[in-house]
Structures are given as structure tokens and as C-alpha cells.
């Protein structure tokens, strides 16, 4: 078996690396700041956890290697003006939006998308950071030294956020998991839920992804992130990895992201999984781990060993089941043992559930 290189450390990469070991597949993750000259063979491969990595001598050697599976990809889904303009020449509907070169565009700016935009980092930037809430009355709040690599984006009144998660091998097919709706506070995500029920946004949005994925001859998981609003979707944002959205598939799938990503990068069968619904996902963080988690027997806790510190993702509990009253009574308790500021996501969760 071929060996796996994954770019970065993160949770990501251990859960790849954690899928692996039931398929006797070798997997090692390498520093994004290392130095270490790794002897990556040609018929060994290399893939990566995140999309965006420091220009050094480690990495520019790293992305030119042959063996760096979807290299020709990175550069324009990592960058949000390459990104988006590659959405634009797809015909695809997404989030209106403008680059931002200096400060004499604003009064341009928000004439066309209100009084109030979001404005993005071209590079880089998640859970929130990178991104900027701004008005006429705060232009302060944005640094100067990001004008001319920056995105503003108008803001949208929507109706879910959803993101979606498929593969595709090298023959070209691809497989999809279920639509995820997603519950997002201070720009982070809280909470994922899979619902027992498929309508035609799950075949509308699958038509978007493929597309995308066959244009870039792209191999493995790819996350596509949307808002659902009364005109229609809109694509929000490409991910070239496994994705924080899809965690929930550990328990709920009988294949998940992690595993899957593998299969379709060393061109092993790629079935569709059999999906277990409802599922939530829930992120634990900055918070210290809690034995009482562990009570429920539907609750499954996966805990990084992450040093704790304010909003770090620092673990995650999944919840599968197909009974309502177990499901419901589970969430109320998370109420109780997890801190006051989870309780808004988890009552959303609550209300998903009724929508099945």
C-alpha cells in the first residue's frame, strides 16, 4: 500500500490518519513549518488538511512534487478572488461580492450591496477571523494592509446555512453525502445536523459540486458551503479537504469523510456509504472534557488533546439515532452538563428535528 503524506498537524490530519488504520494504510503528517527532508517516493502520495500553508522552501517543495494530489487545485480554491472568479466563469450562483483595492471604493461598495458587508481575506482566515463586519461607521475596523487582498460580500438574508460533502475518484464518479444544515455563532460553527429527509435542494446542490469537481479534475473530499434563501442557493464557499460539517459521518455513515477521501486517493473502491439519520455534530470549545458526556449511550465524544483556550475547537460529540424521544432527551441533558453559551445551538438542533 502506497504510503500517505498529509500537510499539517491538525485534528484533520489525525482523523485521517485514524481512518487509515482499519485499511492498513501508512499515514504521516507533516509539519507545515518543518524542515525535515522527507523521502517522499513516486508512488507514494501527498495530500493536505487545510488550503492555505506559508510559502517556505518545505512547502514549495512539497506542492511542486508530482505525487501532491490536486496541487493545480489549491492555488485557485485557497485564494476567495480566484475562487470566486472561477465560480463566475462556471455560471454558478454565489454570494454577490467585489474585490476592495483601496478605501475610495466604500461609498461604491456599499451602494451596491447596503448599508453593511462582509469583508473576507483573500488568504487564509476560518472560524471567524480574517473576516470583518463593516459599516460606513466602522471602516476603522479594517486594516489597511488588506486592501487589495480582501473580498467584501454582500450580506445575505438566508434562510439555512448548509454545506455539502462529496468524493470523486479518478474515473470521474462521485459519491455525495446528505445536505448538512449547519448553526454557526460568531462566525464558527456550533452545530451540524443531518435530517431523515431528502428533498431537491440535496439533487440541486449535488449538480453544483460535481460540476465544480469535474472542471478541476479534482480527486478525493470536497466541501461545498451554501445558503439556502426564498430566490434560490448560493454558494458561499469551496473547501478542498475533509471538512469540520462532515464530522457527524464517524457515526452516522457507514463510510466517513476521512475514509472516503483515502479510498478516492489511492483509487480504492468508493461505495456510496449507508448514511444513519438523524445525526448531530456538536464542537466542543475551549472547555475542559467532561466524563458526563459519556452517560448517553447515543452520545459519542471525539476529544483531540488539544491544549484548552477560549473558542478552540478542542473536541467534538456526535448523536445518532432514529428515535426521537431518545435523540430529544440527550440534547436536554447536553443542555444541563455543557455550558450556558451551547444551549442556542442545541435548541436549534431541536427544532431541525422537527422539520423530519
Sequence with gaps: MKIVYVLGTGQLGCMLRQAGEPLGITIYLLDIDGKIEIPIEKKDLITSEVEYWPNTEFTRKLTVNDSFINRDTFPIVSDRLMQKQFLDRLGLPTVPWAPIFSSSQWNQIFALFGASVIVKQRTGGYNGKGQWNISSNSLS???????????????????????????????????????????????????????????????????????????????????????????????????????????????????NQFEMHLRAILNLPMPAPIIYKPAIMLNLLGINMNTAWLYDPIIRLHWYNKEVYSFRKVGHLNLVTDNPIKMNMALDRLKIILPSDYVTGISWAQNQLKRV
Design 141 to 255: 475596523l479594517f486594516p489597511k494592509k488588506f486592501y487589495g487582498n480582501a473580498i467584501v460580500e454582500q450580506k445575505i438574508n438566508f434562510t439555512d446555512e448548509v454545506s455539502l460533502i462529496g468524493s470523486r475518484g479518478y474515473d470521474g464518479k462521485v459519491i455525495f453525502y446528505p445536505l448538512t444544515y449547519n448553526f454557526h455563532q460568531d462566525g464558527i460553527l456550533r452545530v451540524s445536523v443531518v435530517l431523515d429527509n431528502e428533498t431537491s435542494i440535496q439533487r440541486e446542490v449535488e449538480c453544483m459540486l460535481a460540476s465544480i469537481m469535474h472542471m478541476l479534475d479534482y480527486i478525493g473530499i470536497m466541501t461545498m458551503e451554501c445558503f439556502l434563501t426564498q430566490k434560490g442557493i448560493l454558494i458561499n464557499e469551496l473547501a478542498p479537504r475533509v471538512h469540520n460539517s462532515g464530522h457527524w459521518t464517524q457515526d452516522g455513515a457507514s463510510i
